[in-house]
């Protein structure tokens, strides 16, 4: 399935409360929790639940929670990190993993009132965003990532801990992301150009909230899909 192949059902998502949206598309044994928003998205769209680079064969779908007015509220969940570190801090090469993910985006923000019930939860219009078409963006996302590499690779050569730590570009950052094991440990990050563990937590690429802010504010160039 296409990025575009979807476009004609998301307007009649906008603005609807979640359990509205289960019965309009008779999914209402689909239980909505924090951490599903995304899967709900593509029960709607009837899109295959995989382990793929991208949701689609050409882009990546993405939600993120939001003010009524489209503002983000949080960051956003771009890509895990833990098994492709070395090949994306010790190889050289303009493209890779993170950089594939985030180069053609349907963005669609959800307002989650406070204490609210997932069931009252609601979409706002969703934003195309394609860098290829976009070269500033494109090369903001490539400095970015440089950036973050540089970043880094000096927290690996720092004799205090050796491990990474929270870095950031302008759009994007890579922290720590991770859930106990049952026996309460978190998944560390091993590197087997190092030969150690560069981590004790596994971490993750995420959008920082200036990156939604200027797709709202039209800053960074989108098509609204309406």
């Not at 406070?114 to 609601?122: I, L």
């Not at 500033?136 to 996302?141: H, N, R, S």
Request: one cysteine or more.
């Amino acid at each position: 399935m296409r990025l575009e192949d979807v476009f004609s059902q998301l307007p009649s998502l906008y603005h609807k409360k979640f359990r509205d949206l289960k019965l309009q598309e008779d999914i209402s044994g689909f239980t909505i929790n924090k951490g599903n928003t995304g899967q709900f998205l593509q029960q709607l769209l009837d899109m295959p639940n995989n382990s793929n680079l991208t949701d689609f064969i050409d882009g990546e779908l993405k939600t993120n929670k939001s003010h009524p007015n489209g503002m983000p509220r949080e960051t956003m969940f771009i890509t895990q990190i833990s098994k492709d570190f070395d090949s994306l801090f010790y190889e050289e090469s303009e493209s890779n993993r993170l950089l594939d993910k985030i180069s053609n985006l349907l963005y669609l923000p959800v307002v989650k009132p406070t204490g609210s019930s997932p069931e009252d939860w609601y979409f706002l219009p969703a934003h195309h965003i394609d860098s290829e078409q976009y070269s500033t963006l494109k090369e903001i996302y490539y400095q970015d990532f440089i950036s973050i590499k540089q970043q880094i690779l000096e927290h690996l050569d720092c004799p205090e801990d050796g491990f990474i730590h929270t870095s950031s570009g302008k759009y994007i950052q890579i922290r720590s992301k991770d859930s106990k094991r049952k026996d309460g440990t978190y998944n560390p990050i091993y590197s087997e150009v190092l030969g150690r563990e560069v981590s004790n937590k596994n971490h993750a690429f995420y959008f920082k909230t200036d990156f939604m802010k200027d797709i709202q504010n039209g800053v960074i160039p989108s098509r609204i899909i309406d």
